[in-house]
């Protein structure tokens, strides 16, 4: 979430805040990492990644001013949470109903006429602005700020375009196949397990719940009479429609996370205030339907425990001062608190839940390191793992090379509910298929892997079928040469499949279609208890990593004759002068002498980290490192 050092400065006393790189240390060793900060439009912006389990409470600049008011002990000014919500007078003026199956527990509607739509003020088009949004309006920036500020979803219906007299609400169940179009343009589809809002007397579906407001009831600059919601919906349902739909919005990224129902006659509140203060009109009144019923369990915690789980002897003064900071109530009796987190917060649901904010506003960094104390007794060794790392370690003596390979299909027995990718919509069942396509992709990259004559990949993997999952190895290899490869595989796959029930002395199934795969866990009926693991193989020394390009390498091939008493080193000096650092690789394939001479015959791949290269950059290269051989005495290519 993008949030403004300046927009966070409306929270706190003038010059309580400390600087925008002080908050990001602060959020980053207490809280939440921060993924940077930038300068726009005047003030810091702070990139805060907030997590699910505190989406509910953190998508804001109040929650992320609580955090920072919690973690450097600095009073807010004023928490818009804390004021009792002031929605009156109610009104008939606009009607809401609730079905029960609708998964709309608490909705709020607000009227006011005599709106004037038109630009929003310059402070709230740059605090939006400032955190990447589009201004569009005073009346629909009004509820972005509000969203933004407190974390409440809010929306606008312009109240003429509802059919009746008196505008009616209504939340119900989509029907299956229903159609709408949203804000924006786009028409979807829905299901009958979504929730839409409605004009009650059209039944015409005027918004996604918890989603996307709709073409329907859209305010324009023509809008005179609004119609404001605020709702609490279902978490669940709310992320499977927006999943369905393929559409993710601010809105629904707080409302999937269950965000509080108490927050929504404040949303509601503030959305009000705010419209008013910029666009005018009158208030006619709320409507309500439902209620906010959700409260937060009481959890207790002791003195012992928190010094056990954390590992340091924080007293009773020093852990009750964390929960003031944090706005936890709680009684406490002895060494023993009962804690209540405000209605905000609904991650707070065990002890561990406690113990873990006591430490984060203590600091890990102020938790001494102890030495662990010996367990007294070894686990028991995983059989699947280790008899998994033996055949791991013997594939690889044996030149073999380990691949991960997607899970994801495009046919198969168990089928995904929600796909991300209509071609990728199966689990997949075997291995094989996988490790031949595998195979044919690194046939294309064996110069760049250094490869000559064959290609040799096994993939560890999970299979799927709709009552089980299993692991799975599958072993695959490709030569190259069109003579007799049908039989050098079969002879390769037959001397590593040996190999292998040499050493676990079971028999595996044969090879299928050039590929051997079997089932770990069938083996493992078979095979006998391990009681330790296998040896840990050890990186060689002097091994080191690179990126690897994202462009597609070059490979020339040159043959040259030099004199017997000379070495291949001294071209690949020659290469290496004209090439720098496109060439990868200068690997020897063939070798003879006739006459007194000798013949080397060399792969060259060359391969850029920054373009791709082109036919005429590697000609160049190649003229020049020909002309200089043609130079040296006894040297000529073939």
């Not at 004021?83 to 909705?107: G, I």
């Not at 709230?124 to 500020?149: P, R, W």
């Not at 070894?378 to 791991?392: D, G």
């Not at 020339?556 to 004199?563: G, K, L, S, T």
């Amino acid at each position: 979430m993008k949030v403004s050092y300046q927009w966070l400065q409306l929270f706190f006393e003038e010059g309580a805040l400390p600087s925008a790189s002080e908050l990001d240390a602060a959020l980053t060793f207490h809280a939440f990492e921060i993924e940077g900060v930038e300068k726009v439009l005047g003030t810091e912006v702070i990139d805060v990644d907030v997590l699910p389990n505190r989406a509910a409470d953190a998508l804001s600049h109040r929650g992320i001013a609580h955090e920072i008011s919690a973690i450097l002990n600095i009073p807010m000014r004023h928490d818009p949470l804390r004021d009792a919500a002031e929605t009156t007078p109610p009104t008939d003026s606009v009607m809401v109903t609730l079905d029960d199956d609708a998964s709309c527990s608490f909705y709020v509607a607000a009227h006011i006429t005599g709106v004037k739509i038109g630009e929003s003020p310059e402070w709230l088009k740059n605090a939006l602005e400032q955190i990447g949004q589009k201004s569009i309006n005073n009346v629909v920036d009004a509820t972005n700020f509000v969203l933004f500020d407190i974390g409440q979803p809010t929306h606008v219906f312009d109240a003429a375009k509802f059919a009746g007299s008196i505008p009616s609400i209504r939340t119900r169940r989509a029907k299956e196949d229903e159609k709408m179009t949203l804000l924006g343009g786009d028409e979807v589809v829905l299901r009958k397990d979504m929730t839409v809002i409605t004009d009650a007397d059209s039944d015409a579906p005027i918004a996604v719940a918890g989603v996307k407001g709709g073409k329907y009831a859209e305010v324009t600059t023509s809008t005179t009479d609004i119609i404001i919601e605020a709702g609490k919906f279902h978490p669940t349902q709310t992320r499977l429609t927006s999943q369905a739909l393929k559409m993710r919005t601010d809105a629904s990224a707080r409302f999937e996370n269950d965000v509080a129902d108490t927050l929504v006659p404040l949303g509601a509140q503030a959305v009000v205030k705010l419209i008013l203060k910029i666009a005018g009109g009158e208030l006619q009144g709320y409507s309500y339907a439902g209620a906010a019923t959700k409260k937060n369990d009481p959890v207790s915690v002791t003195v012992e425990r928190v010094a056990t789980i954390l590992g340091a002897s924080l007293d009773a003064k020093e852990i009750a001062s964390i929960f003031d900071r944090l706005e936890f109530t709680y009684t406490q009796e002895n060494n023993t608190f009962v804690v209540t987190a405000p209605f905000e917060r609904n991650d707070i649901h065990i002890t561990e839940n406690l113990i873990e904010e006591i430490g984060r506003i203590y600091g890990y960094s102020n938790i001494e390191s102890v030495q662990m104390t010996e367990l007294g007794e070894t686990p028991p060794v995983h059989q699947k793992f280790a008899y998994t790392e033996i055949i791991r370690n013997l594939l690889a003596e044996n030149a073999y090379t380990e691949v991960y390979l997607y899970s994801l299909r495009d046919s198969g027995e168990v089928k995904l509910r929600n796909a991300l990718n209509c071609d990728k919509d199966h689990l997949r069942a075997d291995l094989s298929q996988g490790i031949r396509e595998s195979l044919i992709t690194n046939e294309y990259n064996m110069p760049i892997l250094g490869l000559h004559d064959a290609v040799r990949i096994f993939e560890v993997g999970n299979v799927f079928t709709v009552n089980s999952e299993e692991t799975h190895i599958a072993i695959g290899i490709r030569v190259t040469g069109k003579k007799k490869q049908e039989a050098q595989i079969n002879e390769a796959l037959s001397e590593i499949k040996e190999k292998i029930e040499t050493v676990l002395g079971v028999e595996l199934p044969d090879p299928v279609d050039g590929v051997l795969e079997f089932s770990m866990d069938t083996l493992l009926e078979k095979l006998p208890e391990l009681t330790e693991y296998p040896e840990t193989k050890t990186v060689v020394d002097g091994t080191h990593y690179s990126a690897i390009s994202p462009y597609p390498f070059m490979l020339r091939d040159i043959a040259v004759w030099m004199p017997s008493d000379s070495l291949p080193e001294e071209l690949h000096e020659i290469v290496r002068i004209h090439s720098g650092e496109l060439l990868k690789r200068f690997d020897v394939f063939d070798e003879f002498e006739k006459e007194g001479r000798t013949s080397y015959a060399f792969h060259l791949v060359f391969q850029s980290m920054e373009e791709t290269l082109t036919d005429v950059v590697v000609g160049e290269i190649m003229a020049k490192i020909e002309a200089d051989i043609a130079a040296k005495e006894g040297w000529e290519v073939r």
